[in-house]
């Protein structure tokens, strides 16, 4: 039985009714899609990071890996599709590591080889860097549990001693790092994407993935993780997902594969029960994780092989195929708190919307 909140999620930021505790529930709102699709703008290079804002904007993070030194160089670039503009808003240099926008709007970076986290302002344009309580830890995602606390999900490392699947607190206001016991197996060792979250507070990781980033044919599940209880539920499935959207507060759309067979099903999200839809007329594209993304209206958007946009609808359970399509080939799909997508691009890394 789903535990009781007041809490309403809201696209990609969270609304919470209480001071303390960040909204975990997922609510699509109401949007007329006119299946359009325009060019927004351009990055420099391709986004590593992209999340929405409340406010119908996007910010959007590139990488450059510097050599011959182990370090990064970041920059966050401010998307509105209300005037087409992209503006860089905020840079500076760092080891890599996961990345998250906090409910109070500034992006929290956490480098794991030194244990120490950056904090960029996006308004002020700066970025701060602080040190952490902690060593001998990967971190490959990371989740805002609270105003207060963030989830960490890696891999230990101690005395030569590795251990896959661990997951971490981090206090934001002390700044201590600390492990949480958890057994967990090498499909949610580390997770590619983030995890969808439940009105009860749990946290479902649909897809599959070994240790080593390949993902397994073999070992089709999706993975709960109760924070609260610092419990985690397997469920099998009958085949192995590589891409997930959320259509509402109790179901997500699950596209992966069967030996060389694509295959679909809608996964009941409390009960952890699927059962198989429709496919698009073809293959979606097998490099690119996030190229299925929940619209606001409670259907979805895929991109197939040939860069073709799909609808899904949960009324028919299948998809159509959309007269319209990117210019360029889509690497990674955003949904806008206005119900609009962004789609960033390979090539020229155009940014495109459709709406």
Known sequence: MMRSTCFTFVFAWTVACAAETPSTCYAPAAHDYRSQVRT???LPSSSWYAFALPDGRAVAVTVAIETPE?????????????????????????SFGPMTLLDDGRLFL??????????????????TRKPCSGDGFNAELVWQRSRSELLLFGSA??????????VFSL??????????????????????????????????FPHTQHHDGDFLADAPAVHYYDPAQRELTTVELPFAP????????????????????????????????????????????????????????????????????????????????????????????????????LAFTGGDNAIELFE
């Open 70 to 94: 182990p370090s990064s160089h970041y920059a966050a670039f401010m998307i509105d599709p209300a005037d087409d503009t992209v503006e860089q808003v905020a840079a500076w240099d760092g």
């Open 242 to 341: 590589d891409r997930a959207a959320q259509l509402d507060a109790g179901t997500a759309l699950l596209i992966g594969r069967d030996n060389d067979s694509e295959i679909a099903h809608v996964l009941d999200l409390d009960a952890g029960t699927s059962r198989p839809v429709g496919l698009p007329d073809e293959a979606v594209h097998p490099m690119y994780e996030e190229t299925l993304v929940g619209l606001a209206d409670g259907t979805a958007l895929a991109v197939g092989m040939s860069g073709a946009l799909h609808i899904y609808s949960p009324d028919s359970e299948q998809f159509t195929r959309l007269a319209v399509r990117f210019a360029g080939e889509p690497r990674r799909l955003l949904r806008l708190s206005t119900g609009a997508v």
């Open 171 to 204: 206090d934001l206001g002390t700044s201590t790092l600390a492990r949480l016991d958890v057994a967990v197996d090498d499909g949610f060792a580390r997770p590619p994407d983030a995890p969808f979250p439940l009105c009860d507070g749990r946290l479902v």
């Open 40 to 42: 927004i703008g351009q």
């Open 110 to 127: 956490f480098e794991s080889g030194d244990c120490s986290y950056v904090l960029v302002e996006l308004e002020e344009g700066s970025a």
């Open 157 to 166: 490392f101690r005395e030569g001693i590795d251990s896959d699947g661990v």
